[in-house]
């Protein structure tokens, strides 16, 4: 045996990565708590915190996936109390932004999907959607808004609602890109959401290649909820004549669903942006 194995040293390779590990869990208990509306705020007022920010520099995803991943989801579950004066991530989110642009486009699909969920919430704030706009990130998310994976692009819409006004006011160019896909989307979230779903019998295989309708109708809901911000103050007329006929089609469909499937907020969002279309 070798000197290390009687003396009980660790080889320094598996030391870090039990320290890795332990972080990984720490850090994942950490974005649990964070859920917590009485909890969050408290963790994100803690001066420590702002180890995550360091973290987020130093650990990237090619080389500490799950750490990497674990990072960001915590950042992004704190981000949503970032309009809490004491939150201490919040003098930092120009910066968490910009490290998280590239992530937005990972092929690591988790990555992608914890990015944009923290752009979400930094979307929020007017300094980091003039950020956005200057960085380009609309044309990113025009991109994203073809992805295969629909959690990745109901996320995106959801950044693409908080931006829609200035993309729209500002980047009309991209606004007019985003506007078929986004109906696109629309038209073929309402067509499943309508289409009951398959016999308990099924095979495994043919349930698990189709978006289960509920989802399809949240996508749906998202999409709605953005094309009105993209719609707003006039901003109608972006669209053309058979744009606006298949919106206003595909809003008709959607008012025609029961009203026991679907989000309780998809007929009123429908309704309002139905009446945007015809003034």
């Known amino acids: 045996a070798s000197?290390?194995?009687?003396?009980?040293?660790?080889?320094?390779?598996?030391?870090?990565?039990?320290l890795e590990q332990?972080?990984?869990?720490?850090?994942?208990?950490?974005?649990?708590?964070?859920?917590?509306?009485?909890?969050?705020?408290?963790?994100?007022?803690?001066?420590?915190?702002?180890?995550?920010?360091?973290?987020?520099q130093d650990k990237t995803p090619d080389k500490h996936e799950e750490l990497a991943l674990n990072v960001v989801g915590a950042i992004t579950n704190i981000s949503f109390y970032f309009d809490t004066p004491a939150n201490v991530l919040t003098a930092h989110q120009m910066e968490i932004?910009?490290?998280?642009?590239?992530?937005?486009?990972?092929?690591?699909?988790?990555?992608?999907?914890?990015?944009?969920?923290?752009?979400?919430?930094?979307?929020?704030?007017?300094?980091?959607?003039?950020?956005?706009?200057?960085?380009?990130?609309d044309e990113i998310l025009s991109v994203i808004l073809e992805h295969p994976n629909k959690e990745v692009v109901f996320n995106a819409c959801g950044v693409i609602m908080n931006v829609a006004t200035d993309i729209a006011s500002k980047h009309a160019p991209v606004c007019q890109e985003m506007v078929?896909?986004?109906?696109?989307?629309?038209?073929?979230?309402?067509?499943?959401?309508?289409?009951?779903?398959?016999?308990?019998?099924?095979?495994?295989?043919?349930?698990?290649?189709?978006?289960?309708?509920s989802h399809s109708l949240e996508l749906a809901t998202v999409v709605c909820k953005t094309l009105y911000n993209v719609c707003i103050d006039d901003r109608v007329k972006l669209l053309s004549a058979e744009q606006l006929e298949s919106l206003c089609r595909s809003l008709k469909s959607a008012l025609a669903l029961p009203p026991t499937i679907g989000p309780a907020d998809l007929p009123d969002v429908s309704q309002q942006l139905l009446l945007l279309c015809n003034q």
């Open 180 to 213: 078929p896909k986004l109906l696109m989307l629309l038209e073929a979230g309402i067509a499943a959401g309508a289409v009951p779903p398959p016999p308990s019998s099924a095979s495994k295989s043919s349930s698990s290649s189709s978006t289960p309708p």
């Open 3 to 18: 000197e290390d194995e009687h003396s009980g040293a660790k080889n320094p390779a598996a030391a870090g990565s039990e």
């Open 97 to 137: 932004a910009t490290i998280l642009i590239p992530h937005l486009v990972d092929e690591n699909e988790e990555a992608a999907i914890e990015a944009i969920r923290a752009f979400g919430n930094l979307s929020q704030s007017q300094e980091i959607k003039d950020m956005m706009l200057e960085r380009r990130v």
């Open 22 to 56: 332990a972080m990984v869990k720490l850090i994942r208990l950490v974005a649990n708590l964070a859920i917590s509306r009485e909890v969050g705020p408290q963790i994100g007022a803690n001066p420590a915190i702002v180890i995550l920010l360091k973290l987020l």
